[in-house]
């Protein structure tokens, strides 16, 4: 079992930056994935960042250049610097953790196990 908690979301306005944080307690030295998601009301949860337990990392196209994500081992925290924001980064974001990943990859929310109450960005233009 893995709990996780998030932080640091909040309204900001178009073109600054935020960051997330997500504390992982538990069972955190099995987990082989940890990603950031976000869902807006009436649409799928999506993919924004996700990074392995080698460090290597994974974007969506939407997010890429802008968001970067990382992971303090020694403090089981999961990080997601936003820059650049934009109106359409508004959702609830949400932090995941997983042992392994199945044939769908890094960022599809069906391969992680392990999630996060969410955190709310808003971006205003």
């Known amino acids: 079992q893995v709990q996780l908690v998030e932080s640091g979301g909040g309204s900001v306005q178009a073109g600054g930056s935020l960051r997330l944080s997500c504390a992982a307690f538990?069972?955190?030295?099995?987990?082989?994935?940890m990603g950031w998601f976000r869902q807006v009301p009436g649409k799928e949860r999506e993919g924004v960042a996700a990074?392995?337990?080698?460090?290597?990392?994974r974007y969506a196209d939407s997010v890429k250049d802008r968001f970067t994500i990382s992971q303090d081992n020694a403090k089981n925290t999961l990080y997601l610097q936003m820059n650049s924001l934009k109106p359409d980064d508004t959702a609830t974001y949400y932090c995941?953790?997983?042992?392994?990943?199945?044939?769908?990859?890094?960022?599809?929310?069906?391969?992680?196990?392990?999630w996060g109450q969410g955190t709310q960005v808003t971006v205003s233009s």
């Open positions: 538990g069972y955190t030295y099995s987990v082989y994935c």
């Open positions: 995941a953790a997983s042992y392994g990943l199945g044939p769908r990859g890094h960022l599809a929310p069906s391969e992680y196990k392990y």
């Open positions: 990074i392995d337990s080698d460090g290597s990392t």
